[in-house]
Protein backbone atom coordinates (compact mmCIF):
# COMPACT_ATOMS: atom_id res chain seq x y z
CA UNK A 1 0.00 0.00 0.00
CA UNK A 2 2.60 2.24 0.62
CA UNK A 3 4.62 1.24 -2.46
CA UNK A 4 1.37 2.38 -4.65
CA UNK A 5 0.79 5.61 -2.07
CA UNK A 6 4.58 6.79 -3.35
CA UNK A 7 3.58 6.67 -7.32
CA UNK A 8 2.86 9.85 -8.95
CA UNK A 9 0.23 9.01 -10.61
CA UNK A 10 -1.13 12.46 -12.11
CA UNK A 11 1.38 12.50 -14.75
CA UNK A 12 0.13 8.84 -16.16
CA UNK A 13 -3.53 10.13 -15.83
CA UNK A 14 -2.46 12.79 -17.60
CA UNK A 15 -0.86 10.50 -20.49
CA UNK A 16 -4.30 8.29 -20.34
CA UNK A 17 -6.04 11.15 -20.78
CA UNK A 18 -4.03 12.33 -23.84
CA UNK A 19 -4.49 8.52 -25.21
CA UNK A 20 -8.25 8.38 -25.16
CA UNK A 21 -8.03 12.02 -27.05
CA UNK A 22 -5.75 9.66 -29.82
CA UNK A 23 -8.41 7.19 -30.02
CA UNK A 24 -10.92 10.28 -30.37
CA UNK A 25 -8.83 11.97 -33.23
CA UNK A 26 -7.99 8.28 -34.81
CA UNK A 27 -11.84 7.64 -35.33
CA UNK A 28 -12.36 11.53 -36.50
CA UNK A 29 -9.62 11.38 -38.54
CA UNK A 30 -11.53 9.06 -41.37
CA UNK A 31 -14.72 10.87 -40.76
CA UNK A 32 -14.33 14.88 -41.28
CA UNK A 33 -11.72 17.16 -43.13
CA UNK A 34 -7.86 16.40 -41.48
CA UNK A 35 -7.86 20.63 -40.96
CA UNK A 36 -10.89 20.60 -38.67
CA UNK A 37 -9.24 17.43 -36.96
CA UNK A 38 -5.82 19.57 -36.23
CA UNK A 39 -8.17 22.41 -34.46
CA UNK A 40 -10.21 19.75 -32.77
CA UNK A 41 -6.72 18.30 -30.98
CA UNK A 42 -5.66 21.99 -30.83
CA UNK A 43 -8.84 22.82 -28.33
CA UNK A 44 -8.38 19.44 -26.42
CA UNK A 45 -4.58 19.90 -25.85
CA UNK A 46 -5.60 23.19 -24.47
CA UNK A 47 -8.08 21.61 -22.05
CA UNK A 48 -6.31 19.34 -20.81
CA UNK A 49 -3.09 21.68 -20.25
CA UNK A 50 -5.53 23.56 -18.40
CA UNK A 51 -6.93 20.25 -16.47
CA UNK A 52 -3.56 19.15 -15.94
CA UNK A 53 -1.82 22.48 -14.91
CA UNK A 54 1.22 21.82 -12.43
CA UNK A 55 4.24 23.32 -10.91
CA UNK A 56 7.33 22.61 -13.39
CA UNK A 57 4.59 21.08 -16.08
CA UNK A 58 5.28 17.98 -13.95
CA UNK A 59 2.02 16.54 -14.40
CA UNK A 60 2.32 16.76 -18.29
CA UNK A 61 5.78 15.09 -18.12
CA UNK A 62 4.86 12.18 -20.36
CA UNK A 63 2.61 14.24 -22.36
CA UNK A 64 5.32 16.69 -23.04
CA UNK A 65 7.64 13.43 -23.99
CA UNK A 66 5.69 12.85 -26.58
CA UNK A 67 5.30 16.04 -28.21
CA UNK A 68 9.13 16.32 -27.89
CA UNK A 69 9.62 13.37 -29.24
CA UNK A 70 7.75 14.34 -32.36
CA UNK A 71 9.98 17.69 -32.55
CA UNK A 72 12.65 15.39 -33.30
CA UNK A 73 11.12 13.87 -35.84
CA UNK A 74 10.32 16.89 -37.59
CA UNK A 75 13.73 18.31 -37.12
CA UNK A 76 15.82 14.78 -38.38
CA UNK A 77 14.25 14.79 -41.82
CA UNK A 78 14.80 18.74 -42.48
CA UNK A 79 18.87 18.68 -43.84
CA UNK A 80 18.02 15.79 -46.14
CA UNK A 81 14.34 17.06 -47.45
CA UNK A 82 15.99 20.18 -47.90
CA UNK A 83 19.84 19.10 -49.06
CA UNK A 84 17.74 16.82 -51.90
CA UNK A 85 14.84 18.67 -52.62
CA UNK A 86 17.25 21.47 -53.63
CA UNK A 87 19.67 19.52 -55.88
CA UNK A 88 16.33 17.83 -57.52
CA UNK A 89 14.60 20.74 -57.96
CA UNK A 90 17.29 22.64 -59.45
CA UNK A 91 18.38 20.18 -62.00
CA UNK A 92 14.37 19.58 -63.09
CA UNK A 93 14.65 23.38 -63.52
CA UNK A 94 17.62 22.95 -66.41
CA UNK A 95 16.76 24.14 -69.47
CA UNK A 96 13.64 27.01 -68.12
CA UNK A 97 14.08 30.53 -68.80
CA UNK A 98 12.52 31.48 -65.86
CA UNK A 99 14.95 29.59 -63.46
CA UNK A 100 17.39 32.19 -63.16
CA UNK A 101 14.94 34.04 -61.70
CA UNK A 102 13.77 31.75 -58.99
CA UNK A 103 16.25 33.06 -56.17
CA UNK A 104 15.69 37.18 -56.47
CA UNK A 105 11.67 36.95 -56.75
CA UNK A 106 11.92 34.24 -53.57
CA UNK A 107 14.15 37.13 -51.85
CA UNK A 108 12.04 40.23 -53.09
CA UNK A 109 8.56 38.54 -51.75
CA UNK A 110 10.03 37.09 -48.53
CA UNK A 111 11.73 41.00 -47.89
CA UNK A 112 8.51 42.69 -48.92
CA UNK A 113 6.46 40.87 -45.96
CA UNK A 114 9.28 41.83 -43.58
CA UNK A 115 9.06 45.79 -44.58
CA UNK A 116 5.23 45.37 -44.16
CA UNK A 117 5.86 43.90 -41.08
CA UNK A 118 8.07 46.65 -39.33
CA UNK A 119 5.22 49.20 -41.18
CA UNK A 120 2.55 47.58 -39.45
CA UNK A 121 4.15 47.41 -36.43
CA UNK A 122 5.25 50.66 -36.10
CA UNK A 123 1.55 51.95 -36.91
CA UNK A 124 -0.47 49.51 -34.39
CA UNK A 125 2.78 50.70 -31.62
CA UNK A 126 2.65 53.88 -32.25
CA UNK A 127 -1.75 54.34 -32.21
CA UNK A 128 -1.84 52.17 -29.50
CA UNK A 129 0.69 53.70 -27.70
CA UNK A 130 2.33 50.69 -26.34
CA UNK A 131 4.06 50.53 -22.86
CA UNK A 132 2.72 54.03 -21.60
CA UNK A 133 1.76 52.93 -18.46
CA UNK A 134 4.49 50.06 -18.63
CA UNK A 135 6.76 52.41 -15.88
CA UNK A 136 6.70 50.12 -12.47
CA UNK A 137 7.94 46.93 -15.60
CA UNK A 138 11.31 48.32 -15.97
CA UNK A 139 12.13 50.15 -12.55
CA UNK A 140 14.30 46.79 -11.65
CA UNK A 141 16.49 47.83 -15.17
CA UNK A 142 19.15 48.80 -13.05
CA UNK A 143 19.17 46.08 -10.52
CA UNK A 144 19.48 43.10 -13.16
CA UNK A 145 22.91 41.07 -12.55
CA UNK A 146 25.51 42.24 -14.85
CA UNK A 147 26.36 38.54 -15.97
CA UNK A 148 22.56 37.85 -16.81
CA UNK A 149 22.42 40.99 -19.15
CA UNK A 150 26.44 40.26 -20.66
CA UNK A 151 25.12 36.67 -21.13
CA UNK A 152 21.81 37.77 -23.48
CA UNK A 153 24.20 40.63 -24.74
CA UNK A 154 26.56 38.00 -26.12
CA UNK A 155 24.48 36.03 -28.21
CA UNK A 156 24.34 38.85 -31.08
CA UNK A 157 27.46 38.81 -33.42
CA UNK A 158 28.85 41.29 -35.79
CA UNK A 159 26.91 41.27 -39.16
CA UNK A 160 30.13 40.12 -41.17
CA UNK A 161 30.16 37.03 -38.90
CA UNK A 162 26.63 36.14 -39.04
CA UNK A 163 27.22 36.51 -43.29
CA UNK A 164 30.07 34.03 -42.47
CA UNK A 165 28.21 31.60 -40.63
CA UNK A 166 25.92 31.32 -43.77
CA UNK A 167 28.50 29.78 -45.68
CA UNK A 168 29.48 25.54 -45.46
CA UNK A 169 32.21 24.76 -43.43
CA UNK A 170 31.71 21.24 -42.59
CA UNK A 171 28.52 19.34 -44.49
CA UNK A 172 28.36 16.97 -41.75
CA UNK A 173 28.46 19.39 -39.62
CA UNK A 174 25.71 20.88 -41.35
CA UNK A 175 23.59 18.02 -41.74
CA UNK A 176 23.88 17.22 -37.80
CA UNK A 177 22.85 20.93 -37.04
CA UNK A 178 20.11 21.63 -39.54
CA UNK A 179 22.32 24.50 -40.86
CA UNK A 180 19.31 25.75 -43.25
CA UNK A 181 21.45 28.52 -45.57
CA UNK A 182 24.74 25.80 -45.58
CA UNK A 183 22.46 23.39 -46.73
CA UNK A 184 20.45 25.31 -49.41
CA UNK A 185 24.62 26.74 -50.42
CA UNK A 186 25.72 23.08 -50.63
CA UNK A 187 22.72 21.66 -52.73
CA UNK A 188 22.95 24.83 -55.09
CA UNK A 189 26.47 23.84 -55.31
CA UNK A 190 26.29 20.19 -56.50
CA UNK A 191 23.30 20.75 -58.76
CA UNK A 192 25.42 23.43 -60.44
CA UNK A 193 28.40 21.03 -60.82
CA UNK A 194 25.40 18.28 -62.06
CA UNK A 195 24.66 20.71 -64.77
CA UNK A 196 27.74 21.55 -65.95
CA UNK A 197 29.21 17.99 -66.00
CA UNK A 198 26.14 17.18 -67.91
CA UNK A 199 26.18 19.80 -70.58
CA UNK A 200 30.31 18.91 -71.07
CA UNK A 201 30.27 15.21 -70.96
CA UNK A 202 26.45 14.65 -71.98
CA UNK A 203 23.27 13.95 -69.47
CA UNK A 204 24.32 9.51 -69.11
CA UNK A 205 27.35 10.70 -67.74
CA UNK A 206 25.92 11.70 -64.66
CA UNK A 207 22.38 10.03 -64.93
CA UNK A 208 22.94 7.41 -62.09
CA UNK A 209 23.57 10.74 -59.37
CA UNK A 210 20.02 11.97 -60.76
CA UNK A 211 18.67 8.77 -60.25
CA UNK A 212 20.33 8.10 -56.99
CA UNK A 213 19.00 11.63 -55.76
CA UNK A 214 15.55 11.20 -57.29
CA UNK A 215 15.44 7.23 -55.31
CA UNK A 216 16.79 8.68 -51.95
CA UNK A 217 14.15 12.02 -52.21
CA UNK A 218 11.11 9.55 -52.71
CA UNK A 219 12.21 7.72 -49.57
CA UNK A 220 13.02 10.46 -47.33
CA UNK A 221 9.40 11.97 -48.48
CA UNK A 222 7.74 8.34 -47.72
CA UNK A 223 9.27 8.85 -43.99
CA UNK A 224 7.72 12.34 -43.91
CA UNK A 225 4.37 11.15 -45.18
CA UNK A 226 4.53 9.11 -42.18
CA UNK A 227 5.32 11.62 -39.66
CA UNK A 228 3.55 14.39 -40.99
CA UNK A 229 0.11 11.78 -40.05
CA UNK A 230 1.23 12.06 -36.88
CA UNK A 231 0.63 15.88 -36.92
CA UNK A 232 -2.85 16.11 -35.01
CA UNK A 233 -1.93 13.80 -32.02
CA UNK A 234 1.64 15.80 -31.92
CA UNK A 235 -0.11 19.31 -31.55
CA UNK A 236 -2.80 18.04 -29.18
CA UNK A 237 0.27 17.05 -26.61
CA UNK A 238 2.39 20.08 -27.85
CA UNK A 239 -0.53 22.80 -27.15
CA UNK A 240 -1.43 20.66 -23.68
CA UNK A 241 2.14 21.76 -22.51
CA UNK A 242 2.08 25.20 -23.37
CA UNK A 243 -1.13 25.70 -22.19
CA UNK A 244 -0.21 24.32 -18.89
CA UNK A 245 3.04 26.73 -18.30
CA UNK A 246 1.08 29.94 -19.34
CA UNK A 247 -0.96 29.08 -16.65
CA UNK A 248 2.23 28.68 -14.22
CA UNK A 249 3.36 31.92 -14.80
CA UNK A 250 0.60 34.11 -15.23
CA UNK A 251 1.40 36.45 -12.97
CA UNK A 252 4.53 37.40 -14.68
CA UNK A 253 2.43 36.77 -17.69
CA UNK A 254 -0.20 39.95 -16.69
CA UNK A 255 2.39 42.75 -16.79
CA UNK A 256 2.83 42.34 -20.02
CA UNK A 257 -0.89 41.26 -21.13
CA UNK A 258 -1.64 44.41 -23.17
CA UNK A 259 2.26 43.69 -25.68
CA UNK A 260 1.31 39.83 -26.16
CA UNK A 261 -2.30 40.96 -27.14
CA UNK A 262 -0.80 43.20 -29.71
CA UNK A 263 1.67 41.06 -31.16
CA UNK A 264 -0.72 38.44 -31.80
CA UNK A 265 -2.85 41.15 -33.47
CA UNK A 266 -0.17 42.40 -35.19
CA UNK A 267 0.78 39.13 -36.71
CA UNK A 268 -3.03 37.97 -37.57
CA UNK A 269 -3.09 41.15 -39.28
CA UNK A 270 -0.21 40.74 -41.19
CA UNK A 271 -0.85 37.21 -42.21
CA UNK A 272 -4.18 37.08 -43.06
CA UNK A 273 -4.79 40.77 -43.92
CA UNK A 274 -1.75 41.48 -45.53
CA UNK A 275 -0.13 38.14 -46.43
CA UNK A 276 -4.32 37.65 -48.07
CA UNK A 277 -3.88 40.48 -50.76
CA UNK A 278 -0.78 39.19 -52.03
CA UNK A 279 -2.54 35.98 -52.20
CA UNK A 280 -5.34 37.71 -54.24
CA UNK A 281 -3.23 40.35 -56.08
CA UNK A 282 -0.33 38.80 -57.17
CA UNK A 283 -1.00 34.70 -56.95
CA UNK A 284 -4.64 35.51 -58.24
CA UNK A 285 -6.24 33.03 -55.92
CA UNK A 286 -8.65 32.62 -52.91
CA UNK A 287 -7.38 33.55 -49.88
CA UNK A 288 -9.92 32.05 -47.79
CA UNK A 289 -8.91 28.78 -49.66
CA UNK A 290 -5.03 29.13 -49.88
CA UNK A 291 -5.25 29.46 -45.55
CA UNK A 292 -7.40 26.59 -45.59
CA UNK A 293 -4.85 24.60 -47.47
CA UNK A 294 -2.00 25.58 -45.47
CA UNK A 295 -3.60 25.20 -42.36
CA UNK A 296 -1.56 22.22 -41.29
CA UNK A 297 1.50 23.87 -42.03
CA UNK A 298 0.15 27.01 -39.63
CA UNK A 299 -0.93 24.64 -36.59
CA UNK A 300 1.98 22.83 -36.39
CA UNK A 301 4.11 26.28 -36.68
CA UNK A 302 2.27 27.52 -33.64
CA UNK A 303 2.40 23.99 -31.67
CA UNK A 304 6.52 23.46 -32.56
CA UNK A 305 7.77 27.34 -32.51
CA UNK A 306 9.89 26.26 -35.31
CA UNK A 307 9.96 27.72 -38.28
CA UNK A 308 12.47 25.05 -39.56
CA UNK A 309 11.11 22.00 -38.13
CA UNK A 310 7.93 23.12 -39.95
CA UNK A 311 9.50 22.70 -42.88
CA UNK A 312 8.53 19.51 -44.39
CA UNK A 313 5.11 19.98 -43.17
CA UNK A 314 5.05 23.62 -45.26
CA UNK A 315 6.61 22.14 -48.06
CA UNK A 316 3.69 19.54 -48.39
CA UNK A 317 0.60 21.73 -47.90
CA UNK A 318 2.32 24.12 -50.99
CA UNK A 319 2.67 20.93 -53.34
CA UNK A 320 -0.20 18.66 -52.43
CA UNK A 321 -2.52 21.09 -51.53
CA UNK A 322 -2.04 24.96 -52.86
CA UNK A 323 -0.52 23.31 -56.32
CA UNK A 324 2.92 25.10 -56.44
CA UNK A 325 5.89 23.10 -58.09
CA UNK A 326 8.12 20.94 -56.43
CA UNK A 327 11.43 22.97 -57.26
CA UNK A 328 9.58 26.28 -55.96
CA UNK A 329 8.19 24.93 -52.81
CA UNK A 330 11.28 23.25 -52.03
CA UNK A 331 13.73 26.48 -52.21
CA UNK A 332 11.44 29.19 -51.37
CA UNK A 333 10.04 27.59 -48.45
CA UNK A 334 13.77 26.85 -47.26
CA UNK A 335 14.55 30.32 -47.87
CA UNK A 336 11.89 31.36 -45.84
CA UNK A 337 12.96 29.75 -43.02
CA UNK A 338 16.60 32.14 -43.20
CA UNK A 339 15.59 35.12 -44.67
CA UNK A 340 12.66 37.50 -43.74
CA UNK A 341 10.87 35.75 -40.72
CA UNK A 342 8.88 38.59 -40.17
CA UNK A 343 7.45 37.60 -36.46
CA UNK A 344 10.71 36.87 -35.10
CA UNK A 345 12.71 39.48 -36.50
CA UNK A 346 10.22 42.64 -37.55
CA UNK A 347 7.07 42.51 -35.34
CA UNK A 348 8.87 41.22 -32.11
CA UNK A 349 11.73 43.42 -31.47
CA UNK A 350 10.33 46.38 -33.57
CA UNK A 351 7.31 46.20 -30.78
CA UNK A 352 9.72 45.49 -27.78
CA UNK A 353 11.65 48.95 -28.56
CA UNK A 354 8.59 50.93 -28.88
CA UNK A 355 7.22 49.71 -26.13
CA UNK A 356 10.34 50.41 -23.83
CA UNK A 357 10.37 53.99 -25.74
CA UNK A 358 6.73 54.66 -24.44
CA UNK A 359 7.32 53.45 -20.96
CA UNK A 360 11.05 55.36 -20.35
CA UNK A 361 8.94 58.44 -22.07
CA UNK A 362 11.80 58.47 -24.26
CA UNK A 363 11.72 61.46 -26.54
CA UNK A 364 12.03 60.11 -29.89
CA UNK A 365 12.58 61.49 -33.30
CA UNK A 366 10.93 60.67 -36.68
CA UNK A 367 14.55 60.25 -37.55
CA UNK A 368 14.62 57.83 -34.66
CA UNK A 369 11.71 56.10 -35.91
CA UNK A 370 12.88 55.95 -39.59
CA UNK A 371 16.79 54.15 -37.74
CA UNK A 372 14.38 51.44 -36.13
CA UNK A 373 12.85 50.45 -39.20
CA UNK A 374 15.40 50.21 -41.35
CA UNK A 375 17.32 48.90 -39.02
CA UNK A 376 15.02 45.88 -38.12
CA UNK A 377 14.57 45.51 -41.98
CA UNK A 378 18.36 44.59 -42.68
CA UNK A 379 18.30 42.61 -39.07
CA UNK A 380 15.76 40.21 -41.46
CA UNK A 381 18.45 39.56 -43.35
CA UNK A 382 21.42 39.62 -41.09
CA UNK A 383 19.78 37.56 -38.29
CA UNK A 384 19.17 34.36 -41.02
CA UNK A 385 19.88 31.10 -39.50
CA UNK A 386 21.02 32.34 -35.68
CA UNK A 387 18.95 30.03 -33.56
CA UNK A 388 16.71 31.59 -31.15
CA UNK A 389 16.85 34.49 -33.90
CA UNK A 390 13.61 36.47 -31.85
CA UNK A 391 15.72 36.91 -28.87
CA UNK A 392 18.76 37.61 -30.84
CA UNK A 393 16.71 39.70 -33.39
CA UNK A 394 15.66 42.05 -30.47
CA UNK A 395 19.08 42.16 -28.18
CA UNK A 396 20.90 43.42 -31.89
CA UNK A 397 18.34 45.85 -32.13
CA UNK A 398 18.22 47.30 -28.86
CA UNK A 399 22.05 47.21 -28.83
CA UNK A 400 21.84 48.95 -32.54
CA UNK A 401 19.73 51.68 -31.68
CA UNK A 402 21.26 52.41 -27.90
CA UNK A 403 18.20 51.03 -26.33
CA UNK A 404 19.25 48.80 -23.10
CA UNK A 405 19.69 45.34 -23.84
CA UNK A 406 18.44 44.83 -20.02
CA UNK A 407 14.79 45.65 -20.96
CA UNK A 408 14.51 42.72 -23.30
CA UNK A 409 15.62 40.79 -20.72
CA UNK A 410 12.77 41.75 -18.79
CA UNK A 411 10.73 41.32 -21.43
CA UNK A 412 11.67 37.73 -22.19
CA UNK A 413 9.18 36.21 -19.79
CA UNK A 414 6.21 36.52 -22.73
CA UNK A 415 8.79 35.39 -25.50
CA UNK A 416 7.52 31.49 -25.22
CA UNK A 417 3.81 32.26 -25.87
CA UNK A 418 4.32 35.21 -28.32
CA UNK A 419 6.49 32.78 -29.92
CA UNK A 420 3.77 30.56 -31.30
CA UNK A 421 1.94 33.50 -33.36
CA UNK A 422 5.23 34.61 -34.55
CA UNK A 423 5.99 31.18 -36.01
CA UNK A 424 2.81 31.05 -37.72
CA UNK A 425 3.76 34.53 -39.29
CA UNK A 426 6.73 33.00 -40.34
CA UNK A 427 5.91 30.32 -41.92
CA UNK A 428 2.85 31.82 -43.72
CA UNK A 429 4.93 34.19 -44.78
CA UNK A 430 7.01 31.82 -46.14
CA UNK A 431 4.01 29.99 -48.18
CA UNK A 432 3.10 32.98 -49.59
CA UNK A 433 6.05 34.16 -50.97
CA UNK A 434 6.88 30.71 -52.38
CA UNK A 435 2.80 30.47 -53.62
CA UNK A 436 3.54 34.14 -55.36
CA UNK A 437 6.96 33.27 -56.91
CA UNK A 438 5.54 29.88 -58.20
CA UNK A 439 2.20 32.07 -60.25
CA UNK A 440 4.90 34.97 -61.33
CA UNK A 441 7.18 31.70 -63.04
CA UNK A 442 4.10 29.93 -64.39
CA UNK A 443 4.65 27.07 -61.51
CA UNK A 444 1.47 27.19 -60.08
CA UNK A 445 -0.90 24.36 -61.07
CA UNK A 446 -4.77 25.46 -60.42
CA UNK A 447 -6.05 22.54 -60.64
CA UNK A 448 -4.24 21.29 -57.72
CA UNK A 449 -5.54 24.32 -55.60
CA UNK A 450 -9.17 23.81 -57.02
CA UNK A 451 -9.58 20.44 -56.12
CA UNK A 452 -10.78 19.74 -52.84
CA UNK A 453 -8.14 17.50 -51.45
CA UNK A 454 -7.75 16.40 -47.60
CA UNK A 455 -10.88 15.70 -46.75
CA UNK A 456 -9.67 13.02 -44.55
CA UNK A 457 -6.83 10.93 -43.12
CA UNK A 458 -7.22 7.85 -46.12
CA UNK A 459 -8.30 10.20 -48.93
CA UNK A 460 -4.61 12.52 -47.67
CA UNK A 461 -2.90 8.97 -48.00
CA UNK A 462 -4.31 7.88 -51.71
Same mark, same amino acid.
Given at each position: ???? /??????? #??????????? +????????? *??????? $?????? &????????????????????????????? /???????????????? *?????????????????????????????????????????????????????? /?????????????? @??????????????????????????????????????????????????????? *??? !??? *?? #?????????????? +???????????????????????? $??? +??????????????????????? $?? @???????? #?????????????????? +?????????? &????????????????? =???????????????????????????????? $???????????????? =?????????????????? =??????? @? %?????????????????? %?????????????????? !?????????????
Amino acid at each position: MQIL /LSVRWMP #FLALDVVLLAF +VLLRVLEDR *INWSLVI $LLALVL &GAGIGVLFASEGNAWLLWVDFLGDLYIRL /LKLLVSPVIFLSIVSG *IISLRGRANAGSLGLRSVFWLLLQAALAILLSLLAGQFLNIGSDATALFRELDT /LDESTVSAYAGLTQ @PFHQVLENLFPENVVGDFANNNVPALIITGVAVAAAYLAVAEKEGEEAVRPFSLL *IDA !ARK *IV #FKILEVVIDLTPYA +VLCLIAGAASRLLESRESMLQLLL $LTV +VIYAVCLVHTYVLGGLIIWGAAK $LS @PLRFFRKI #FPAQVTAFSTQSSVGTLP +VTVRCLKDEV &GVSEEVADFTASLGTTI =GMPGCTCVWPVLLALFYVHAAGLPWSAVDYLT $LAVTAFFLSIGSAGVP =GIAVVSAIALFSAIGLPV =GAVVLMI @P %INTISDMIRTLDNVSSAS %IAATAVARKTELLDDRVF !AAETGRTGKERIA
